[in-house]
């Protein structure tokens, strides 16, 4: 529900102490309010109208894409002009690339032609590349410049800036050369040239480079701003760390998606409807309950075992020990290979120190698995052995065998995160039922 305070001044038609009180929380604050309050579309349209002009635009880039295009569609030409025009470019086009053909075109429409090709050289870079995320405005300096120069340089242009912090220095080609920081600018004399107190070492990323890899960056070296070069290293923008933000989620979102066998979506799960979340789930369980067939034609085939020294009981407990096991390694190994500790040549580095990790694990629970079965489940020596062997060995299986799969679909250039998980499960149950049944077979029988 939306807020009481706000409610009462909004029924009231107290818009003037509604706006003052607005204008005092965060942009994202009033844009999480209006999407929960669940608000008809005419309340949207007027609560949105009642904002001061100022937090109207940073309020509609926080909102949800279907809140975005109900209110494109109800404003003037005027109000969509004043919005766009206090928009940022990388969030111009973001909101673009979440609306309806229609929509874009009226946007488009009423912006001017500058905006509108340095929009569509953006929309034209692929989709999850580092020039879908950037935006163009920046702050650039010549290197013949003096520190004085430079200031008058962003008084007058800083304004309609992104960030001001970070100021990039080019060639009149526009060829990136260096860098230099406010922080730098300020503490240096006025007359002092902007190509001595450049740093020269600029950390860089090229337009086609994956969101993902610049995501990565930004973590390594704490950026809050990273220069977007093109193939001639001439400076076409930057990425901000509130864009790199947005990607650390949606990425994040994606990995946990695909290791619970769900193929990832583009839509808040509120906003997902049933057949859009049935068509998410259903492939990955379709094939997860063709191949456990495989687990059932091992039972089968083991079946006079399991009835005469009454094993079935054990299975489900050896099955959940050997899947979270291996679920364990999967997930350290698809960390590790996200934040860049391992690669697929460490295979034998990895195996090792998983073999002895399982080892560890598998004498702990071995022991109190025998003791279970004889104390608790008041069964024989030989079952004990039976149970215990079988959780030690599937241990050391599921652990080895899933460390590996992920380096495996990292070299093959599969996401580890989208086959690991669904094969690890398949495969270790199967496989922990062979050792749970050979080892039954050879010293029961």
Same mark, same amino acid.
């Given at each position: 529900?939306?807020?009481?305070?706000?409610?009462?001044?909004?029924?009231?038609?107290?818009?003037?102490?509604?706006? %003052?009180?607005?204008? @005092? +929380? $965060? !942009?994202?604050?009033?844009?999480? /309010?209006?999407?929960?309050?669940?608000?008809? *579309?005419? #309340?949207?349209?007027?609560?949105?109208?009642?904002?001061?002009?100022?937090?109207?635009? %940073?309020?509609?880039? @926080? +909102? $949800? !894409?279907?809140?975005?295009?109900? /209110?494109?569609?109800?404003?003037?030409?005027? *109000?969509? #002009?004043?919005?766009?025009?206090?928009?940022?470019?990388?969030?111009?086009?973001?909101?673009?690339?979440?609306?309806?053909?229609?929509?874009?075109?009226?946007?488009?429409?009423?912006?001017?032609?500058?905006?509108?090709?340095?929009?569509?050289?953006?929309?034209?870079?692929?989709?999850?590349?580092?020039?879908?995320?950037?935006?163009?405005?920046?702050?650039?300096?010549?290197?013949?410049?003096?520190?004085?120069?430079?200031?008058?340089?962003?008084?007058?242009?800083?304004?309609?800036?992104?960030?001001?912090?970070?100021?990039?220095?080019?060639?009149?080609?526009?060829?990136?050369?260096?860098?230099?920081?406010?922080?730098?600018?300020?503490?240096?004399?006025?007359?002092?040239?902007?190509?001595?107190?450049?740093?020269?070492?600029?950390?860089?990323?090229?337009?086609?480079?994956?969101?993902?890899?610049?995501?990565?960056?930004?973590?390594?070296?704490?950026?809050?701003?990273?220069?977007?070069?093109?193939?001639?290293?001439?400076?076409?923008?930057?990425?901000?760390?509130?864009?790199?933000?947005?990607?650390?989620?949606?990425?994040?979102?994606?990995?946990?998606?695909?290791?619970?066998?769900?193929?990832?979506?583009?839509?808040?799960?509120?906003?997902?409807?049933?057949?859009?979340?049935?068509?998410?789930?259903?492939?990955?369980?379709?094939?997860?309950?063709?191949?456990?067939?495989?687990?059932?034609?091992?039972?089968?085939?083991?079946?006079?075992?399991?009835?005469?020294?009454?094993?079935?009981?054990?299975?489900?407990?050896?099955?959940?020990?050997?899947?979270?096991?291996?679920?364990?390694?999967?997930?350290?190994?698809?960390?590790?290979?996200?934040?860049?500790?391992?690669?697929?040549?460490?295979?034998?580095?990895?195996?090792?120190?998983?073999?002895?990790?399982?080892?560890?694990?598998?004498?702990?629970?071995?022991?109190?698995?025998?003791?279970?079965?004889?104390?608790?489940?008041?069964?024989?020596?030989?079952?004990?052995?039976?149970?215990?062997?079988?959780?030690?060995?599937?241990?050391?299986?599921?652990?080895?065998?899933?460390?590996?799969?992920?380096?495996?679909?990292?070299?093959?250039?599969?996401?580890?995160?989208?086959?690991?998980?669904?094969?690890?499960?398949?495969?270790?149950?199967?496989?922990?039922?062979?050792?749970?049944?050979?080892?039954?077979?050879?010293?029961?029988?």
């Amino acid at each position: 529900m939306i807020n009481e305070v706000i409610d009462e001044m909004y029924h009231k038609k107290e818009y003037a102490k509604l706006r %003052d009180y607005l204008r @005092e +929380m $965060e !942009p994202a604050d009033v844009a999480e /309010l209006l999407t929960n309050a669940e608000l008809e *579309e005419d #309340e949207l349209i007027i609560m949105f109208r009642i904002l001061p002009k100022e937090l109207a635009a %940073d309020v509609f880039v @926080e +909102m $949800e !894409p279907d809140m975005q295009e109900t /209110l494109i569609k109800s404003f003037s030409d005027k *109000e969509l #002009e004043e919005v766009m025009d206090q928009l940022y470019l990388d969030d111009t086009v973001d909101i673009i690339e979440e609306m309806p053909a229609n929509v874009v075109r009226r946007i488009l429409r009423h912006t001017d032609p500058e905006l509108r090709r340095s929009i569509n050289t953006v929309l034209h870079y692929p989709k999850d590349s580092a020039g879908s995320i950037m935006t163009i405005e920046y702050v650039d300096l010549r290197k013949d410049m003096t520190v004085l120069d430079a200031f008058t340089r962003i008084r007058r242009v800083g304004i309609d800036k992104e960030t001001i912090y970070t100021c990039y220095v080019i060639q009149p080609d526009r060829k990136l050369i260096g860098m230099v920081s406010v922080k730098t600018l300020l503490l240096s004399n006025y007359e002092d040239k902007i190509e001595d107190i450049m740093e020269t070492n600029v950390i860089y990323t090229t337009t086609l480079e994956d969101q993902e890899e610049v995501a990565d960056m930004f973590t390594k070296y704490d950026f809050i701003a990273l220069p977007v070069v093109d193939s001639e290293e001439r400076l076409v923008g930057i990425i901000t760390v509130d864009d790199v933000m947005d990607v650390i989620e949606q990425e994040a979102t994606e990995d946990i998606e695909k290791m619970a066998a769900i193929v990832p979506s583009e839509h808040p799960y509120m906003k997902s409807s049933t057949l859009e979340l049935y068509k998410k789930r259903i492939v990955w369980l379709l094939f997860l309950m063709i191949s456990a067939t495989f687990t059932g034609l091992i039972i089968t085939n083991f079946e006079e075992a399991l009835t005469a020294y009454m094993l079935a009981a054990y299975i489900p407990m050896l099955m959940d020990t050997g899947g979270n096991a291996g679920s364990q390694a999967v997930t350290t190994v698809i960390r590790a290979l996200s934040l860049d500790e391992i690669e697929p040549a460490d295979v034998l580095k990895v195996v090792w120190k998983e073999i002895r990790v399982a080892t560890c694990i598998g004498l702990t629970l071995a022991p109190v698995c025998f003791l279970k079965v004889i104390v608790l489940d008041h069964r024989g020596m030989l079952t004990a052995v039976v149970v215990g062997l079988s959780i030690f060995f599937a241990v050391i299986f599921a652990k080895t065998f899933g460390c590996m799969l992920p380096l495996f679909g990292k070299k093959i250039g599969l996401d580890p995160a989208v086959m690991s998980s669904p094969l690890l499960t398949t495969i270790v149950d199967a496989v922990t039922l062979l050792i749970f049944f050979t080892i039954a077979s050879n010293l029961l029988m």
